[in-house]
């Protein structure tokens, strides 16, 4: 079993930053070998990528977060990240990190959460004007 814990999240008034951490543990050779994403879930809605992440570092964001949040992995300490800036209050949710060791072909499809096995607790963001 892989183990995904999520950090980082608070509160913060629209403008603001915040930075998730995802850190990977359990029966994990290595993150190198994985594709990674968040996802996020606000009350009464589905649940939606956020960014993902591909073996070779390509990366997809969706369209509400581009040009404002960042993903990025660090394979060395197995642990994922999401820097979120100019954050709305839009970007109010759960957020969530998922793995998977799948091969997925289509960049696109890794913002589904059909592609993930493995998720984790969530940690909150809160956004207020």
């Known amino acids: 079993q892989v183990q995904l814990v999520e950090s980082g999240g608070g509160s913060v008034q629209a403008g603001g930053s915040l930075r998730l951490s995802c850190a990977a543990s359990g029966y994990v050779y290595s993150t190198i070998y994985m594709v990674m994403g968040w996802f996020r879930q606000a009350p009464g809605k589905e649940r939606e990528g956020v960014a993902a992440i591909d073996r070779d570092g390509s990366t997809i964001y969706a369209d509400s977060v581009k040009g404002r949040f960042t993903i990025s992995l660090d394979n060395a300490k197995n642990t994922l990240y999401l820097q979120m800036n100019s954050l709305k209050p839009d970007d109010t949710a759960m957020y969530y990190c998922?793995?998977?060791?799948?091969?997925?072909?289509?960049?696109?499809?890794?913002?589904?959460?059909?592609?993930?096995?493995?998720w984790g607790q969530g940690t909150q963001v809160t956004v207020s004007s």
């Open positions: 998922a793995a998977s060791y799948r091969t997925e072909r289509t960049l696109s499809k890794l913002l589904t959460p059909g592609v993930y096995n493995y």
